[in-house]
């Protein structure tokens, strides 16, 4: 845990409910049962093409093919429930970059859409400039940056999405499959850090973040909690081929709720 954000004194009210939520959260998968849900395509270093309701994306080698996780956020953007019309929003591992694209055609009023792979922020701007083009009053910034290191400096946004790649077990030693699958719980921690160190969200932003038990769902949500932010479980997702709880929380600063 983050002993700089661990709770000192007694625990709000908003606290107290966030911990609670937390305890009935499920424990992470064993290894080898995370190790064989998540065996990469054979297709990851060929060229491939995407669709998403009517439009359709190029994705290029080693950018990865969104899959049911990364809909949940496209499919909520797309209805609402990810509210980004008039509103600054930044997409972390936007990859492909079809929350951009969405978002775009929902009339957000920034785009900040940041991946740490060249190429998929290559794929995901012709993507946007294709499908979207120049909208009056929606600005895009396409961001190659680790996390928000390369955003610029005093930026600061209403709706923030993430999909991390923090899968516990390493499922291959090829780089594009460990950027996007496995890189662990550390990502999620300097997630939050660099949201909490450069106050990168508004006093009422919202923080849409997926994390399943394939991950370890438990010790990540506990580090949001220590950070400040008060998650709630907007939608949980199981399948019934596999023992995989896939949660979408909304988390909002723990002050503000």
């Not at 492909?96 to 991946?115: N, P």
């Not at 922020?121 to 009056?136: F, L, Q, S």
């Amino acid at each position: 845990m983050g002993e700089q954000y661990r709770t000192r004194t007694a625990p709000t009210a908003g606290e107290a409910r966030a911990w609670a939520l937390h305890e009935t959260l499920p424990h992470t998968l064993p290894a080898h049962e995370i190790i064989s849900l998540n065996t990469p395509k054979a297709d990851l270093h060929t060229w491939r093409t995407y669709a998403y309701k009517e439009w359709t994306f190029d994705l290029p080698p080693d950018v990865f093919m969104p899959g049911e996780t990364s809909r949940m956020i496209h499919d909520r953007i797309l209805d609402g429930t990810i509210p980004v019309s008039g509103r600054s929003y930044a997409a972390m591992g936007a990859g492909l970059g079809v929350e951009a694209v969405v978002a775009g055609l929902r009339g957000a009023k920034e785009i900040h859409a940041v991946d740490v792979d060249p190429e998929s922020v290559r794929a995901m701007t012709e993507a946007y400039e294709r499908i979207v083009g120049d909208r009056p009053g929606t600005l895009f910034h396409p961001w190659v940056s680790d996390l928000f290191e390369g955003v610029p400096d005093g930026a600061q946004f209403d709706v923030v999405t993430f999909n991390p790649p923090a899968v516990r077990e390493t499922v291959s030693d090829d780089p594009a499959v460990v950027r996007n699958v496995c890189v662990g719980i550390g990502i999620a921690r300097q997630f939050f850090d660099q949201i909490v160190q450069r106050d990168l969200l508004t006093d009422d932003g919202e923080i849409y973040f997926i994390v399943s038990n394939t991950s370890e769902l438990r010790d990540i949500v506990a580090y949001a909690i220590e950070a400040g932010f008060f998650p709630e479980v907007i939608h949980h997702q199981t399948w019934d081929t596999d023992d995989v709880q896939t949660f979408l929380f909304t988390l909002r600063r723990i002050a503000a709720v």
